[in-house]
């Protein structure tokens, strides 16, 4: 499936959900129009977007976080499932773009492409749930369930190769966590 | 390195213990409502200490980058979160505490646990190289710090928290000795 196509079948579940995006999923995730109230990227710190919405969803517990990670990304912090995991909290969705590639330095391949299997890890680590889709067609049908399921559940997106610009929103992290934490305070 | 008697004190030490009942105090009276730790050798009274009471939710992580993520989600929907790590631990985050505590302007309140330290010297005086460049590792990037080294060094605790809510940033209280009771 097409990034676009992933990022298009979340918005429509994606309700009053608060959100984290990082590298080529911010861009477009930003023009599909979440709230600028309602999101933060993990920008400049590959590997944080799982434990920034480990936060968002223990400290907002009525709210479903939807994580928007990438596969090199999570390589970066691996062991955050674990703590996902541990702590465990029920509103957290932890979406993977996985195209088995560092995109944003020049489509090198991962580590463990081919091996390792991520909805496995997760799994293994505590996650309730794992579902790994490969059209838009197969992701639709299964988000009802997944957005529906007690988190934190995993979710590998299996994405096609992009050779294009890779693209970053610009936009300041810190103007999108004053904004959130206003809602709060 | 010098070590403790048998009533547990280091006869010529520099910094000494602070009980952990008062740092739980300070921070119970700051209204923090985390702690979120990769456990530290120099603080575990105080992490004990902790894990007795209520009033503050104990978050145990895997890593100090974790750590910082999960602080800037909490204070991101309102809470009043802190960490508690060690030297080696600050070292291992610096890509995030660039990238969060600074760069997103997070107020990122830490006690850091000089690990390993002689407590006969001052901890830049020691030989070993995780504690002492701790202080110039801070410097280097502009981290506010504050030394708690002894009983009466109590109030930096305030001091630091309140510096910390100003700058919007990081700022460490490092623990100079191991916690009392």
Request: proline share 5%; with cysteine; hydrophobic share 40%.
């Amino acid at each position: 499936m097409q990034r676009q196509e992933a990022i298009d079948a979340l918005c429509e579940y994606r309700g009053d959900c608060l959100s984290v995006a990082t590298m080529q999923a911010a861009s477009p995730w930003k023009d599909a129009g979440q709230s600028a109230q309602d999101h933060v990227d993990a920008s400049d710190c590959m590997g944080s977007a799982a434990s920034l919405g480990l936060g968002l969803a223990m400290g907002a517990p009525d709210r479903k976080v939807m994580v928007l990670d990438g596969d090199g990304s999570l390589l970066m912090q691996l062991g955050s499932l674990v703590t996902v995991a541990s702590l465990a909290p029920s509103n957290y969705y932890h979406f993977i773009f996985y195209n088995g590639l560092y995109q944003s330095s020049g489509n090198q391949t991962i580590p463990g492409h081919g091996k390792t299997d991520l909805c496995q890890v997760a799994l293994a680590s505590g996650y309730k749930k794992a579902w790994k889709v490969s059209s838009k067609g197969e992701f639709l049908e299964a988000l009802p369930e997944i957005m529906n399921s007690e988190g934190p559940v995993l979710i590998e997106i299996e994405i096609e190769r992009e050779d294009g610009p890779t693209r970053f929103p610009g936009m300041p992290v810190a103007p999108q966590i004053k904004a959130l934490r206003e809602q709060f305070t | 390195m010098t070590t403790a008697n048998a009533q547990g004190e280091t006869p010529d030490a520099v910094a000494t213990s602070v009980s952990a009942k008062a740092l739980a105090e300070c921070i119970v009276d700051l209204g923090i409502t985390h702690i979120i730790t990769v456990p530290d050798t120099v603080q575990k009274t105080f992490l004990a200490y902790m894990e007795q009471q209520d009033k503050v939710k104990i978050l145990t992580v895997c890593t100090e980058d974790e750590a910082m993520g999960i602080n800037a989600g909490l204070y991101a929907t309102g809470h009043r979160p802190m960490m508690v790590i060690q030297n080696n631990g600050f070292y291992a985050s610096v890509n995030t505490l660039k990238a969060l505590a600074f760069d997103a302007q997070v107020p990122t309140f830490m006690f850091v646990g000089q690990f390993g330290r002689d407590l006969t010297k001052d901890s830049n005086d020691n030989r070993r190289r995780g504690v002492r460049m701790l202080e110039p590792t801070m410097q280097t990037w502009g981290v506010p710090y504050y030394r708690l080294e002894n009983p009466e060094d109590i109030g930096v605790v305030e001091e630091a928290y309140r510096k910390c809510q100003e700058v919007e940033g990081p700022v460490a209280v490092i623990i100079g000795a191991p916690t009392g009771q």
